[in-house]
């Protein structure tokens, strides 16, 4: 990093614009000013040596429970599903991201595996994914096996906050989500939640 010294020596010697400084050798630049003369050169002349790092945004967030025991418990399998909609809504919220689409997978204890997803209005309420996310369960679980595996995926993140729908959101439920986001941002994401979601 150039610091002030550096700019007022360059000011005492002539140089006073970017220009100016690109176009000077950078051996005699370098004699001027020391070890930062080289430094100061590249910059001028557009050179940056650093490693490029590609801006990635997150296109999806997602959450798996594997049973240590297979399971055909299906109140214990919503009451999970319901668990990791109400954490990853959660997390839409605190990032200010907004989801259209839920996909639920599951995987039987043969190892089949089966997905089955659906679009959505964009949403970050628990209420609404937590319902579309059992829909999509009960559509997907189809077999009546041991399941091993069970999965939550909200795609086609975009950002934004979640604006009340008329038909299903109350100014009660959306101040309820206010004040349970404010203690699991002090607390933790598990301090609080709905009593389905408390076995995940």
Same mark, same amino acid.
């Given at each position: @990093?150039?610091?002030? /010294?550096?700019?007022?020596?360059?000011?005492?010697?002539?140089?006073?614009?970017?220009?100016?400084?690109?176009?000077?050798?950078?051996?005699?630049?370098?004699?001027? #000013?020391?070890?930062?003369?080289?430094?100061?050169?590249?910059?001028?002349?557009?050179?940056?040596?650093?490693? /490029?790092?590609?801006?990635?945004?997150?296109?999806?967030?997602?959450?798996?429970? #594997?049973?240590?025991?297979?399971?055909?418990? =299906? $109140?214990? @399998?919503?009451? *999970? =599903?319901?668990?990791?909609?109400?954490?990853?809504?959660?997390?839409?919220?605190?990032?200010?991201?907004?989801?259209?689409? !839920?996909?639920?997978? =599951?995987?039987?204890?043969?190892?089949?595996?089966?997905?089955?997803?659906?679009? !959505? $209005?964009?949403?970050?309420?628990?209420?609404?994914?937590?319902? !579309?996310?059992?829909?999509?369960?009960?559509?997907?679980?189809?077999?009546?096996?041991?399941?091993?595996?069970?999965?939550?995926? %909200?795609?086609?993140? !975009?950002?934004?906050?979640?604006?009340?729908?008329? %038909?299903?959101?109350?100014?009660? *439920? @959306?101040?309820?989500?206010?004040?349970?986001?404010?203690?699991?941002?002090? %607390?933790?994401?598990?301090?609080?939640?709905?009593?389905?979601?408390?076995?995940?």
């Amino acid at each position: @990093m150039v610091g002030s /010294v550096t700019f007022q020596l360059l000011s005492r010697i002539g140089i006073r614009t970017i220009r100016t400084l690109s176009e000077m050798p950078v051996n005699v630049l370098q004699q001027m #000013t020391g070890k930062n003369g080289a430094e100061l050169w590249k910059k001028a002349n557009g050179i940056d040596e650093s490693p /490029v790092i590609p801006y990635s945004e997150r296109k999806s967030i997602s959450k798996e429970h #594997t049973f240590a025991d297979d399971t055909m418990d =299906i $109140a214990a @399998m919503k009451s *999970l =599903i319901s668990g990791m909609a109400e954490q990853l809504a959660y997390q839409l919220r605190k990032e200010k991201q907004l989801v259209s689409t !839920v996909a639920v997978k =599951i995987r039987y204890a043969n190892f089949d595996t089966e997905t089955k997803q659906c679009r !959505v $209005a964009y949403t970050s309420a628990d209420h609404t994914l937590s319902r !579309v996310a059992l829909e999509l369960f009960n559509q997907v679980y189809t077999r009546r096996m041991r399941l091993r595996l069970i999965g939550l995926r %909200f795609t086609n993140l !975009v950002h934004g906050q979640h604006q009340m729908n008329l %038909f299903e959101d109350t100014e009660e *439920l @959306m101040n309820l989500y206010q004040s349970m986001d404010k203690i699991k941002n002090r %607390f933790g994401s598990k301090a609080v939640g709905r009593a389905s979601g408390f076995d995940f």
